[in-house]
C-alpha cells in the first residue's frame, strides 16, 4: 500500500518547529543550540551531510527483521521445523493481556511496595501483540488476524506506553508529554514489526493510526528533545542499558515503519552517533558494570540496533566496527569462572548466564570462535517479534562461518579487566582443581551499583559456595539514592568486604580501587588492591586486600586485608554465602552446598577472632552473612580468609 507520508505528517497537528524539522529536510543546523556537555556524546544538531549519505544507502521501501506475511519461503520452513507446534497449540485459546488500571497506579495508590505489577502488565500486552503476529505469519490462516488487528488497536488506543515508574506525574497517561524509555521502545518496536509482518493484512485505516501514534509518542519527542534540549528523553546520552535499548526501538520502529527516506535516514543518523554514548559505559577492557543480566538486555538492543541499520544500509553502516565492541563482545567468556558459573555483580541475579542467541550473533559476526554459540538452530521462541524474529530468519551472522576456535578465552586460566580491576581465575585444565573465583574491584559509581570494591565469587563446581549476592527485588525507592544504600544487599554491608570502625562503604566515584601489585603464574595469581578511597573513615591510613589463587592440586584462594589507623579502632570483614554452614572449629567454617564442600579458615596474627551471624533477604533468596570481627579496637593488623575444597 502507498502512502504520501507528508499528508499525514500534517494531519498531525505537530509543532510549526518540528513540522519544520520533518518536512524541510531535518535541517536543523541553523537553529540555535546550546550543547550540553555532559555526555561523551552530547546532543547537537542534526548532521544534514550525514543524513544525506545514509539516504544514499537505504531502499525505496521500508524493511524490519524477517519477511512480511505474503512472503512464505522462510515462515514455511519454519512452520515445518515443527519448533512451533507447542507454541501453536498454545496459542488455540489465546486471550489478549487486558490492560489493568489498578497495576498501572498500584505503585502510586499504595497497594505495591514496587512497580513490577504495572511493569510486567504492560510488558506482557507488547508480548501479546508479538504472539498473536507470529501465530498469523506462520499459519497463514486469516485465524488470528482479526485477534491481530484488536490487540493493536487495543495499544494504539492505550493512553500510556511507558513504564509507570517512567510515567512522572502521570504526563504520559494524561498525554501530557510522551517518554521514550525502556517499554515505549518496546511498544513501538513491537507495533512497527506488527504492521511490517501483517502487511495488506492490516487495514489501512489502522495502519494510519498505528504510525500517527508512532511519531506522536516516539518520533516527534526524540527530535523536540535534540531541537529544544529539554529534560525529557534523556537516553540519548546515557551512558547505561537505556540508550541502546531506546535507540534499537526508535530506530528499529523507524527503518520498518517510515516511507520517506529522508526520515528514516535521519533516524538512522541519531542510532548511529548516539549510540556511541551506550559503548562508552563499557570499560575500555570490554567489562560491564551492569553485570550480565543488563548484559544480555542492553548490549543485547545494540546488537539488534546494528543489525536493524546493517540491513537497512547493506552493510554500509556497521555498528560493528567500532574496535571497543570486539572487547564488549569478549565480556561474557572473559567472565566465566568456572562450568558456565558467572559472578552475581551489581543488579544481577545469582544464577545468570548469558543470552544463547546473543553470543551466537556476536560470535559469528565477530569471529570469536565460541564453540558452544556457534551452532545455529530453530528455536521456536515467539516471546517478541523482534530479535527473536531477526534471529530465525537469515541476518548477517547466518551467512558467515564460525570464527577459528579461540582457546584463549573461558579456558584459559585467567582474565584480568585490567581498566577495571576484575580479576577472575580458573584451574589449568585437566587438573586435579575444580574450584574457580572472581576479584571485583571498579568503583562505585557503576551504573546499577553495589557499594561492593574488593567483593568476591568463589565456585566449586558448578556451585557458588560464597561471595557477592547479587540483586534483590526493585521496590519503589531502590533507584533514589536517598535510599537505595539503605538496603543491606546493596550497601557493602551485605558482600565480603570489611567493615572499618562499624562504617560501610561510600557511593560515588570517589570510592575506587586501585591495583597496586599483580603477578601471574601457571600456578599462581596474585593481586593485590589498595581499597582505602572507598571508606570515608577519619583516621584511615591503609586498606589493601590481596588475592592469592592457588592451582596446585585441589585449588585454594586466599584474601588479605592489611590495614592500618592512626588510633585504635574496629575492624571487621564477613563471608557471605547461601551454601548451608556450621562452624567446625575456632577457626573454621564449613560451606555445603549440593554436592561440593569447601573449608573457610579465619585468622588475624595476634588478634582474638568473634563471630556473628545475620539472614538477610530484603525479598530476594535468603543468604547469611557470617560477620568475622577482632575482639577489640586495634591500630593496625591483618584478616586473613581462606577457602579450599574438602577432600
Not at 528455536?379 to 530468519?393: C, E, P, Q, V, W
Amino acid at each position: 500500500m502507498k502512502r504520501k507520508h507528508f499528508i499525514q505528517v500534517n494531519q498531525l497537528r505537530l509543532l510549526p518547529a518540528i513540522k519544520m524539522v520533518l518536512i524541510a529536510l531535518f535541517l536543523i543546523g541553523n537553529v540555535p543550540l546550546a550543547i550540553s556537555q555532559n555526555a561523551p556524546y552530547p546532543l547537537k544538531p542534526l548532521d544534514a551531510k550525514r543524513i544525506a549519505e545514509i539516504k544514499n544507502m537505504l531502499s525505496e521501501q521500508p524493511k524490519g527483521f524477517g519477511d512480511p506475511i505474503s512472503k512464505r519461503e522462510t515462515w514455511d520452513k519454519l512452520l515445518k521445523s515443527g519448533k512451533y507446534e507447542r507454541f501453536l497449540r498454545g496459542m488455540k485459546n489465546y486471550a489478549f493481556p487486558p490492560f489493568s488500571k489498578k497495576d498501572y497506579f498500584s505503585l502510586s495508590n499504595g497497594t505495591e511496595t514496587s512497580s513490577g505489577a504495572g511493569l510486567t502488565m504492560m510488558r506482557k500486552r507488547a508480548e501479546g501483540l508479538s504472539k498473536v503476529t507470529w501465530a498469523e505469519c506462520l499459519e497463514n490462516k486469516d485465524r488470528y488476524t482479526a485477534q491481530v488487528e484488536a490487540g493493536l488497536r487495543d495499544i494504539i488506543n492505550q493512553k500510556s506506553w511507558v513504564s509507570p515508574r517512567s510515567d512522572h506525574g502521570f504526563k504520559n497517561y494524561n498525554g501530557v508529554a510522551y517518554s521514550v524509555e525502556l517499554t515505549s521502545s518496546l511498544y513501538a518496536h513491537t507495533i512497527a514489526q506488527t504492521l511490517y509482518m501483517m502487511g495488506d493484512k492490516i487495514s489501512s485505516k489502522l495502519r494510519t493510526e498505528a504510525i500517527n501514534a508512532l511519531y506522536l509518542k516516539i518520533f516527534n519527542p526524540v527530535l523536540e528533545k535534540i531541537r529544544a534540549q529539554n529534560k525529557e528523553n534523556s537516553f540519548l546520552t546515557e551512558t547505561n542499558n537505556w540508550n541502546h535499548v531506546c535507540l534499537a526501538g526508535l530506530v528499529g520502529a523507524a527503518l520498518a515503519t517510515i516511507d520517506n527516506k529522508d526520515e528514516r535516514a535521519t533516524f538512522v543518523a541519531i542510532g548511529e552517533y548516539y549510540s556511541k554514548n551506550g559503548l562508552s559505559g563499557f570499560g575500555e577492557d570490554g567489562y560491564c558494570g551492569e553485570g550480565i543480566i543488563y548484559y544480555n538486555y542492553g548490549f543485547g538492543h545494540y546488537a539488534m540496533l546494528r543489525e536493524s541499520i546493517w540491513q537497512a544500509t547493506g552493510g554500509k553502516v556497521d555498528l560493528f566496527s567500532d574496535p571497543k565492541v570486539q572487547k564488549i563482545a569478549r565480556y561474557v567468556p572473559n567472565l566465566e569462572i568456572i562450568n558456565n558459573v558467572y559472578p552475581a555483580f551489581s543488579d544481577c541475579r545469582e544464577g545468570a548466564t548469558p543470552d544463547t542467541e546473543l553470543m551466537s550473533y556476536l560470535s559469528r559476526s565477530l569471529k570469536l570462535g565460541l564453540i558452544r554459540y556457534d551452532t545455529l538452530s530453530i528455536t521456536g521462541k515467539t516471546s517478541d517479534n523482534r530479535r527473536t524474529l531477526m534471529m530465525a530468519f537469515p541476518n548477517s551472522s547466518t551467512s558467515l562461518k564460525p570464527g577459528k576456535t579461540d582457546r584463549k578465552d573461558a579456558s584459559s586460566l585467567r582474565f584480568f579487566f585490567d581498566h577495571t580491576g576484575v580479576l577472575v581465575c580458573r584451574p589449568a585444565a585437566g587438573s586435579s582443581s575444580n574450584m574457580g573465583v572472581v576479584l571485583k574491584g571498579g568503583n562505585n559509581n557503576e551504573s546499577h551499583n553495589h557499594n561492593d570494591i574488593g567483593s568476591y565469587t568463589v565456585v566449586q563446581g558448578n556451585q557458588t559456595m560464597a561471595g557477592d549476592p547479587g540483586v534483590i527485588p526493585y521496590t519503589a525507592n531502590i533507584f533514589d539514592p536517598k535510599y537505595r544504600y539503605t538496603y543491606k544487599t546493596i550497601s557493602s554491608f551485605g558482600h565480603p568486604v570489611p567493615l572499618i570502625a562499624d562504617s560501610t562503604q561510600r557511593p560515588g566515584a570517589q570510592a575506587r580501587s586501585k591495583t597496586t601489585h599483580s603477578n601471574f603464574t601457571p600456578e599462581k595469581d596474585e593481586v593485590t588492591l589498595d581499597i582505602s578511597s572507598a571508606y570515608n573513615v577519619p583516621g584511615l591510613k591503609k586498606l589493601e586486600r590481596t588475592m592469592v589463587y592457588n592451582r596446585q592440586g585441589s585449588g585454594s584462594v586466599t584474601f588479605e586485608d592489611v590495614f592500618e589507623y592512626t588510633e585504635a579502632k574496629k575492624f571487621e570483614t564477613a563471608v557471605v554465602t547461601r551454601s548451608v554452614w556450621k562452624q567446625v572449629s575456632d577457626s573454621t567454617l564449613l560451606l555445603t552446598r549440593n554436592d561440593q564442600k569447601m573449608l573457610v579458615t579465619f585468622s588475624s596474627p595476634g588478634n582474638k577472632l568473634s563471630l556473628r551471624s545475620e539472614e538477610i533477604t530484603e525479598g530476594g533468596p535468603v543468604y547469611a552473612r557470617i560477620g568475622i570481627f577482632i575482639d577489640k579496637p586495634v591500630v593496625a593488623g591483618r584478616m586473613i580468609i581462606t577457602y579450599k575444597p574438602q577432600n
